[in-house]
């Protein structure tokens, strides 16, 4: 359906992707080689962008709901993260932005943990939108990586609705 996308599959895997300093920090919906997509953000890498184009009268008209799923976390200094800065192992603070405005942040979430956030009618821009994914870690040294990216199209009937009781 026009309005919706997916970058990468829904497989439980990061494999698609590729490494974060091989790529750009950008990616443009619309090309569909995942591969320059970046995997995920380490502290090298804080931010993901994920871009793309909403037709004005889908983005006036439309909810959508933006989904995706953490598939992998590490660190390289585990110590430091969790005995000095209080981090759980493996479950590393982010952050999804959209256009510059922060949508979701968690403490950490386990790997394999989905997460969908609700896009409302009008709060997509005609034109390009950009989707930001943040690792919030103060303190270097952890990665976290996800499965995929998906914005779908909430559908809406069009002409008039009967409500049945
Ligand atoms: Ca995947």
Same mark, same amino acid.
């Given at each position: 359906?026009?309005?919706? =996308?997916? *970058?990468?599959?829904?497989?439980?895997?990061?494999?698609?992707?590729?490494?974060? %300093?091989? &790529?750009?920090?950008?990616?443009?919906?619309?090309? /569909?080689?995942?591969?320059? %997509?970046?995997?995920? @953000?380490?502290?090298?890498?804080?931010?993901? $962008?994920?871009?793309?184009?909403?037709?004005?009268? !889908?983005?006036?008209?439309?909810?959508?709901?933006?989904?995706?799923?953490? %598939?992998?976390?590490?660190?390289?200094?585990?110590?430091?993260?969790?005995?000095?800065?209080?981090? &759980? +192992?493996?479950?590393?603070?982010?952050? &999804? $932005?959209?256009?510059? #405005?922060?949508?979701?942040?968690?403490?950490? *979430? +386990?790997?394999?943990?989905?997460?969908? *956030?609700?896009?409302?009618?009008?709060? *997509?821009?005609?034109? =390009?939108?950009?989707?930001? $994914?943040?690792?919030? #870690?103060?303190?270097?040294? @952890? =990665?976290? @990586? /996800?499965?995929? $990216?998906?914005?779908?199209?909430?559908? !809406?009937?069009?002409?008039?609705?009967? !409500?049945?009781?």
């Amino acid at each position: 359906m026009t309005g919706s =996308w997916q *970058l990468g599959t829904d497989n439980w895997s990061n494999s698609e992707f590729s490494r974060e %300093v091989a &790529v750009p920090t950008a990616f443009y919906v619309g090309d /569909w080689n995942y591969a320059g %997509v970046q995997r995920g @953000c380490p502290m090298g890498v804080k931010d993901m $962008h994920l871009r793309f184009w909403m037709p004005e009268r !889908i983005a006036a008209r439309h909810a959508f709901t933006f989904t995706g799923r953490v %598939v992998a976390q590490g660190a390289g200094n585990y110590a430091t993260l969790t005995n000095e800065l209080g981090y &759980v +192992k493996d479950q590393w603070p982010f952050s &999804v $932005h959209l256009n510059g #405005v922060q949508k979701f942040t968690t403490g950490g *979430l +386990k790997n394999g943990t989905a997460y969908a *956030l609700a896009v409302d009618p009008g709060e *997509l821009k005609p034109g =390009w939108n950009v989707i930001t $994914h943040r690792n919030d #870690v103060t303190g270097g040294g @952890c =990665w976290l @990586c /996800w499965d995929f $990216h998906r914005l779908n199209l909430v559908p !809406i009937p069009s002409g008039t609705m009967v !409500i049945l009781r």
